[in-house]
Nanobody, 121 residues
């Protein structure tokens, strides 16, 4: 079982940037980021393949967020630029044993505890 620990969240003004990190005990997985705003369901943000050669993004973050991984450091990153109030949420790192067939949370096997991102308007 892999352990995932997120960090890098915080309070930022609209238009600002943050970089989230996810430290993994083992990075031999397909990795992703999800987020959950108050009163809403957890939603897909971005995913990256084992090698990092393939990435996928939710339409709402395309062009603003970038997912990357450093397998030597067992760490996955989410660079978030142009943050908006609507990006406020708890952000979760996730790992999948197999390439997810959809953006459903059910496709992912392990989850971190989450890190809060708050964007002030």
């Amino acid at each position: 079982q892999v352990q995932l620990v997120e960090s890098g969240g915080g309070l930022v003004q609209a238009g600002g940037s943050l970089r989230l990190s996810c430290a993994a005990s083992d990075l031999n997985y397909y990795m992703g980021w999800f987020r959950q705003a108050p009163g809403k369901e957890r939603e897909f943000v971005a995913a990256i393949s084992w090698s990092g050669s393939s990435t996928n993004y939710a339409d709402s973050v395309k062009g603003r967020f970038t997912i990357s991984r450093d397998n030597a450091k067992n760490t996955v990153y989410l660079q978030m630029n142009g943050l908006a109030f609507e990006d406020t949420a708890v952000y979760y790192c996730a790992a999948a044993l197999r390439p997810p067939r959809s953006t459903s949370t059910a496709e992912w096997d392990y989850w971190g505890q989450g890190t809060q991102v708050t964007v002030s308007s």
